[in-house]
Structure formats: structure tokens, C-alpha cells
């Protein structure tokens, strides 16, 4: 099994920048997909961004394109989700999501097998 925590949430302004991270422990070879997904209040949980664990291949929301960067240090086994000019549609609880079935790239939540307990991302206008 994968575990996936989330740190690194807080309030920020709008405009500005913020970076999460994701620490994945356990069976990590077993990961085929990282990523992100969001839970604005009163909203459907959307899809952020994600990559294959080897880095080959990412995908990002249209919503987040330009704007945020998914990456991965290595070393540390951490998959990191900086976040630049912020603004109020940003905030949500952010969620860390891996695929360890192999189901592959992609922005559904069924792909997405094995999900960290969330940091709240606050950007005040």
C-alpha cells in the first residue's frame, strides 16, 4: 500500500504564491500516477494536474495551465504543487492522489485509487 501526506496548505493573498507537497511512503514503486485534485466549498472535486511517476508525461486542468507546476523531488519521494497568482477560485482542500492499478494519465477520479486526507488552501481577494 501507498500513503500519501498533504502539508503545506495556509492563507495566502490573492496574486500570490504557494507551494503544497505530498510525501509518498510504502510500496512507492508501485505508483504509476501522482497528482492533484480540489474541493472548493459547495463544489464538485475537480482535477488539478498529474504526472507519471517516471515524469515522462503531465497533464494539467485549463483552469490551473500556466499558472501551476507539478513536480517531484526525488530523493525525498515528494510530489510538490507550486501554485502562482492565486486568485479566490483557487481556494479548496487540495488532495494528493496516486494511481498504483496502472490505470493511467488522466483528470478522472476513478483513475485514482489511493488519496491523502487534504490541506486547505485559503487566497483572501
Known amino acids: 500500500q501507498v500513503q500519501l501526506v498533504e502539508s503545506g496548505g495556509g492563507l495566502v493573498q490573492a496574486g500570490g504564491s504557494m507551494r503544497v507537497s505530498c510525501a509518498a511512503s510504502?510500496?512507492?514503486?508501485?505508483?504509476?500516477?501522482v497528482g492533484w485534485f480540489r474541493q472548493a466549498p459547495g463544489k464538485e472535486r475537480e482535477f488539478v494536474a498529474a504526472?507519471?511517476?517516471?515524469?515522462?508525461?503531465?497533464m494539467y486542468a485549463d483552469s490551473v495551465q500556466g499558472r501551476f507546476t507539478i513536480f517531484k523531488d526525488n530523493a525525498k519521494d515528494t510530489v510538490y504543487l507550486q501554485m502562482n497568482n492565486l486568485n479566490a477560485d483557487d481556494t479548496a482542500v487540495y488532495y494528493c492522489?496516486?494511481?498504483?492499478?496502472?490505470?493511467?494519465?488522466?483528470?478522472?477520479?476513478?483513475?485514482?485509487?489511493?488519496w491523502g486526507q487534504g490541506t486547505q488552501v485559503t487566497v483572501s481577494s
Open positions: 504526472f507519471t511517476w517516471t515524469g515522462a508525461r503531465t
Open positions: 492522489v496516486a494511481d498504483t492499478y496502472g490505470y493511467g494519465l488522466g483528470g478522472e477520479e476513478a483513475r485514482y485509487d489511493t
Open positions: 510504502g510500496r512507492i514503486r508501485s505508483i504509476y500516477v
